[in-house]
């Protein structure tokens, strides 16, 4: 894959980057984005496929972006499908500063050190070529505003931007009504993006634990504990930090 091309979760995240504070919106839910846009990017990529609602490996191959093929190299070692509501659920090591620090690197941001409160030490990131941003946001404008249906990159996008909570950021307000429920509509253009997308949206409503069931029959007992979601293998728990650990702004 050439860098001439910027990947799904890096334009997910300049989408995301506030211009005037250098914080991400919805910092929670964009890092189940950021997964969900690894998922997407693979896809487009050819090394992944759907199979009903899991993932497959189709194609192990790496990419040469080392984010993406360490995303790969970990679906590949399941052996089987992964349903996408559990690879986006599992825990993941801090991958939006990943992707901060690879854009810093890229020289699309750059990092402003301050502190909270005057004492616990932060770090902000401004981008340094807005025009870049403003080619993204004008995509999914156009997309909104013309009704054409947009590739499956664009339409990719806007269902992740969607499914994290982006709208109210990029279209505020009682006058963005329209254009939020446009963005909305714009899942069904990509089926790759519409998977990836609810299972951002289920893991967010607590839905990951269990695939649906058919009903149990009259007279048996109902009430057998449902099994744990299935843990994301190989893919390191968040750890904890300190009180005076260094903060990224969010």
Known sequence: MGRSRRTLPEELLLLALDPTTGTTAQPQSLDLGLAGAQLVELALAGRIAPDGDRIAVVVPRPTGDPTLDCALELLRRRGAPVRAVNWIGGPRLGLRQTYLSHLERCGMVHAVEGQMCGVLPTTRYQATDTAISREIRARLDSAIRTGVPPDPRTAALAALAHAVGLGKHLYPGNE??????????????????????????????????????????????????????????????????????RAVAH
């Open 176 to 245: 963005g009504r329209s254009s939020r429920s446009r963005l909305r509509d714009l899942i069904r253009h990509d089926p790759m993006g519409g998977l990836v997308a609810h299972a951002v949206m289920d893991v967010q409503n607590g839905a990951a634990a269990q695939p649906r069931r058919s009903p149990a029959p009259a007279g048996r007992q109902a009430a057998a504990a449902r099994p744990a979601p299935e843990p994301a293998r190989g893919v390191p728990a968040q750890p904890r930090r300190g009180s005076m650990a």
